[in-house]
């Protein structure tokens, strides 16, 4: 076998799995740390989260100082409840699946005005994240399943492939007689 064929000993076998925030790939074998990492992300999303109702609560005095009503209060209130739960849903879905990329302009219009609703509802974006890594990595499930989905395409190319000398060699280890014979070559 010539120099320009052979695989590089640093070049991966098949797909490569994708790095999470904050867990880098230890998500695979749920190794180099990985519950600890997945403690810290619990805890620091909670943290953040507890500080930013802290910061809300001053601003909420800030209104209350001002005397500009009961109903305007009841609207602060209720407008960061609704942006803190649709926050919250939305960041659970994209920790499930992927998001469609927009198709016209009035999907990303709409995507677009969601970003500040999200920012609105920390809060609740940050609760996602506390929930999601209390179970695991946040997003791991969904990276689970298109890594494995990926390895098994490339197991299936891979196979597929005629005249693969890896894919003969695997069925050749098992493959000599036991006493037989084989011709040798002139």
């Known amino acids: ?35 600890l990492r997945r403690a810290g992300v619990a805890l620091g999303a909670l943290v953040l989260a507890a500080l930013g109702a802290f910061v809300l609560r001053f601003a909420f005095e800030g209104l209350a100082v001002a005397e500009v009503g009961s109903l305007v209060n009841v609207l602060i209130v209720v407008c960061f409840a609704v942006c803190s739960a649709l926050a919250f849903r939305r960041t659970w879905e994209g920790f499930v699946r992927r998001r469609e990329p927009a198709a016209d302009r009035a999907a990303e219009k709409a995507e677009k005005s969601a970003q500040s609703l999200m920012l609105i509802g920390f809060i609740g974006s940050l609760l996602a994240y506390f929930c999601r890594a209390i179970v695991e990595a946040p997003g791991e499930k969904l990276h689970r399943a298109e890594y494995e989905a990926a390895r098994e395409r490339h197991a299936r190319r891979r196979t597929a492939r005629t005249g693969n000398p890896a894919a003969r060699k695997q069925g050749a280890k098992g493959g000599a007689k036991a006493g037989s014979k084989g011709k040798k070559r002139r």
Do not use: L
């Not at 076998?1 to 052979?6: A, G, I, P, V, Y």
């Not at 991966?12 to 074998?29: C, K, L």
């Open 1 to 35: 076998m010539s120099d320009e064929h052979k695989r590089p000993a640093d070049e991966p076998a098949g797909p490569e799995p994708v790095a999470i925030r904050f867990f880098g790939t230890t998500w695979v074998h749920h190794d180099g740390g990985y519950a």
